[in-house]
């Protein structure tokens, strides 16, 4: 605080608080407004030394200190750093955070915008040495608290269910919860009890599922008005249900089963006999994952209602065809001609070139860099960005789909648009070094850039295909066919000319061909400059293939009208 | 390409010249009088292609290098097979047909690897950064040209050339 004479600087105070559960927050006086008080008494009395509260309330209700993304946090970090207060005023230190990590992340914006903060029930100053080891010490010991909490729910879940209760969670068809426990709901046992007898009749979880639509169960489950009991029979749901052991009087608990305290819906034996059936019926898998043809965007790619695009193959001749298909394109027959279905090829190349770009582009990098409070060294970040880049070109799909899921939030398509979200917070981190895992960066809100590129589907011969409309956007693709064909073209115009005459017939035996190819071929040695360059250098309309050129007839002769028919 | 009104009704008009002037073009842009019996279509487009060459500018160096690369090539093949036909003449006739340079295969490779000497030129938007005696070089890739310190340039080797004071390749001096 620097006094000028006599004046005193205005020092505009900020109150934070916050509480972790949301119980009694509904009462007219709750506890956020106990903190405040406090803190607003402790302003009034350091008035003279030119304290003053801001109008601004910083409060979070129901949100645990341990994490970073809390809206009123987060809203006060961000007037901080942009120097509208100077100091923090909380009830006690647990109140800012909890973690030891987020709270050095915290002090480190305070102490770059100059602002302090003070506990009110907490006497301490944190511009000293001492006070720092006394601030960390309550910090340590507030982490502690919160691990050894966890620890303590996580010992009692665990030695519950070895009890046997029932632990919450989706309540399993055929019960009812009462009291935290599972009691038979006999008209939905029933129907569990019908499930089983008949999938080992059926032997098919596809065929138990169309079945168990068709009888007039749906309307049983439609009475109890819950949305996932109205689930139940899809098949996903129903191969959870066949192998859930809750059913025999089991409480599962990781990879251990204990008895549990509620009854029995099924006779051991079936639901034996029904795993023995579902272990039989299960592919055999020779590894987790299917290495080959990797789906690099699943989960990713978003439709325009916010729905995850499915990953989706089909196989002809031993090949593989990867697309990113629409859940209703997937589910229903009704509505096929709705939704998406992408190649998948084509899609992942345009999001790794972005990547790329995003990448290679230092100067749009080092501006991001320097964004990013922590660090000074842009350029071993840069260098970093380029082993980063050969790092994702020689890693194998499955590195490759870990480092995409890193750095890029989802990819929204729109009819016409599609938009990568990247995660910069996460790639700037990457590159100077700071590890997000350890700082808590991984819960504050992430720094997100959109990435638009227009586009459009078209047929390219019997290939379905995005086309962006900004060129930059894709990677050139040199079509050889089409190259030869220009080349060829070019070369016949020079067997003719420069051999001092040559005929037609000559320079087709010349080139083991005969006459009408050569006639065919020679009008494209006449393209426009601006075509042929484009496809040596594969950078041509998409659409536009050897077998289309060879077929125009009556190209014309302007370059402008040959461009504009080529170019659409 | 923007349309150019005179230019285009100039093309037009070249469909209605007589014969013998269309051979006089072909002559003055190839050299060499057109072959027998060519359709009077390529002679109209020759003309055509020269005329709006000669207006908007031809093929660009790469271009030009690769149809060279590519002809020098297939030039080399024939030869070698016709320097192994004729050696087989003596014994065995039918294994010149062995090498036949028209065979697919080659042709594609040959174009491939002709093409591949053509890189794009960096697009619009790009922007380099090159140090150069410890200073820090900017240039942005317009649509227009290539900007550096506020002024277009034609070429990036116009560009290293103002930097450097001597004459550098400019994709090499950048780095492309």
């Known amino acids: 605080m620097s006094g000028n004479g006599n004046t005193v600087r205005r020092l505009r105070c900020a109150i934070y608080t916050r509480k972790s559960t949301e119980e009694g927050l509904d009462q007219d006086f709750n506890s956020l407004d106990a903190q405040r008080e406090a803190c607003a008494a402790y302003i009034a009395s350091q008035a003279s030394l030119g304290w003053k509260l ?40 647990d109140r800012l955070t909890r973690s030891l990590s987020d709270f050095a992340r915290i ?17 301490f100053n944190t511009t000293t040495s001492m006070g720092r080891l006394t601030l960390n010490m309550l910090l340590s010991f507030a982490q502690f608290e919160r691990e050894v909490t966890a620890e303590r729910i996580r010992d009692k879940i665990a030695a519950s269910k070895k009890k046997g209760m029932w632990m919450g969670g989706t309540v399993p068809l055929g019960y009812r919860a009462q009291n935290r426990k599972l009691i038979v709901h006999e008209q939905e046992a029933e129907i569990v009890r019908f499930l089983f007898q008949r999938y080992l ?101 978003r439709d325009e209602n916010g729905d995850v695009l499915r990953s989706a193959h089909a196989n002809k001749k031993g090949t593989r065809y990867r697309y990113y298909v629409s859940k209703d394109k997937v589910e229903g027959s009704d509505n096929a001609l709705a939704g998406w279905r992408l190649p998948a090829a084509q899609l992942e190349s345009v999001v790794e070139h972005q990547l790329t770009r995003v990448l290679t582009d230092r100067a749009q990098l080092s501006g991001w860099i320097q964004e990013s409070a922590y660090t000074s060294d842009v350029a071993t970040a840069l260098d970093r960005s380029t082993a980063l880049l050969e790092g994702y070109q020689s890693a194998v799909p499955l590195e490759k789909l870990a480092m995409l899921r890193h750095f890029i939030q989802a990819v929204e398509l729109l009819p016409g648009q599609l938009t990568i979200v990247f995660d910069v917070e996460a790639l700037t981190d990457d590159l100077t070094g700071t590890r ?12 997100l850039v959109r990435i638009e590129c227009p586009f459009s589907l078209r047929r390219r011969g019997v290939e379905q295909c995005l086309i962006l ?32 005459g040559r005929s037609l017939s000559e320079v087709a035996t010349l080139n083991n061909t005969d006459l009408s190819e050569v006639s065919r071929l020679l009008p494209l040695a006449f393209l426009a400059p601006c075509i042929t360059e484009t496809i040596l250098s594969g950078t041509q309309p998409e659409h536009l293939t050897a077998q289309r050129l060879s077929r125009i007839s009556d190209l014309p002769l302007s370059w402008a009208r040959q461009q504009s028919l080529l170019a659409d | 390409m923007r349309a150019d009104h005179k230019l285009e009704r100039e093309v037009a008009a070249i469909c209605d010249l007589p014969r013998e002037e269309l051979v006089a073009a072909w002559v003055k ?7 027998k019996g060519v359709k009077r279509g390529l002679l109209e487009r020759s003309a055509a292609w020269h005329l709006q060459a000669r207006r908007l500018g031809g093929l660009s160096t790469h271009a030009r290098r690769a149809i060279r690369q590519y002809t020098k090539q297939r030039e080399m093949e024939r030869q070698v097979a016709k320097g ?64 550096f310190d506020g002024k277009l340039y034609r070429s990036l080797t116009a560009v290293a050339r103002r930097i450097t004071g001597t004459h550098w390749s400019g994709p090499r001096f950048f780095g492309l």
């Not at chain 1, 930059?472 to 001092?500: K, M, N």
Request: proline share 6%; with cysteine; charged share 25%.
């Open chain 1, 201 to 301: 009749e059926l032997k098919s979880v596809r065929a138990l599922s169309k079945e168990a639509k068709a009888q007039g169960y749906a309307a049983t489950l439609k009475e109890t008005d819950d949305p996932v009991r109205l689930r139940s029979f899809c098949r996903g749901n129903l191969y959870h249900l066949l192998s859930n052991p809750i059913y025999v009087g089991k409480i599962r608990h990781r990879d251990q089963l204990h008895d549990g305290q509620h009854e029995p819906i099924v006779e051991p034996d079936v639901f034996a006999e029904t795993q023995a059936l579902l272990a039989s019926q299960a592919p055999q898998r020779r590894s987790a994952t299917n290495s080959t043809g990797t789906h690099l965007l699943t989960g990713l790619v």
């Open chain 1, 436 to 447: 997000a895992s350890t700082t808590g960066a991984a819960n504050s809100t992430p720094r």
């Open chain 2, 84 to 147: 192994s036909a004729g050696a087989d003449n003596s014994g065995c006739v039918a294994s010149s047909d062995l090498v036949r340079p028209n065979s697919v295969g080659t042709a594609g490779s040959a174009a491939a690897s002709a093409a591949a000497m053509i890189k794009p030129p960096p697009a619009p938007g790009t922007r380099l950064m090159r140090e150069w005696n410890g200073r820090m070089h900017v240039v942005d890739i317009t649509e227009d040209g290539i900007l």
């Open chain 1, 469 to 500: 409309h900004d060129r930059q956007a894709r990677a050139p693709r040199q079509d050889d066919a089409l190259i030869s064909l220009v080349l060829r073209a070019h070369l016949f115009l020079r067997q003719l000319t420069e051999g001092g």
């Open chain 2, 29 to 35: 842009a190839h050299g060499c009088p057109p072959p």
């Open chain 1, 107 to 123: 002090v480190e914006i305070f102490d770059e915008a100059e602002a302090s903060f003070v506990s009110v029930t907490q006497q």
């Open chain 1, 54 to 93: 801001v109008p601004d309330r910083y409060d979070d209700g129901g949100i645990s200190g341990g994490t970073m993304e809390r809206p009123a946090l987060q809203r006060l970090l961000t007037d901080v750093r942009e120097r509208r207060i100077d100091v923090v005023v909380v009830y006690k230190i």
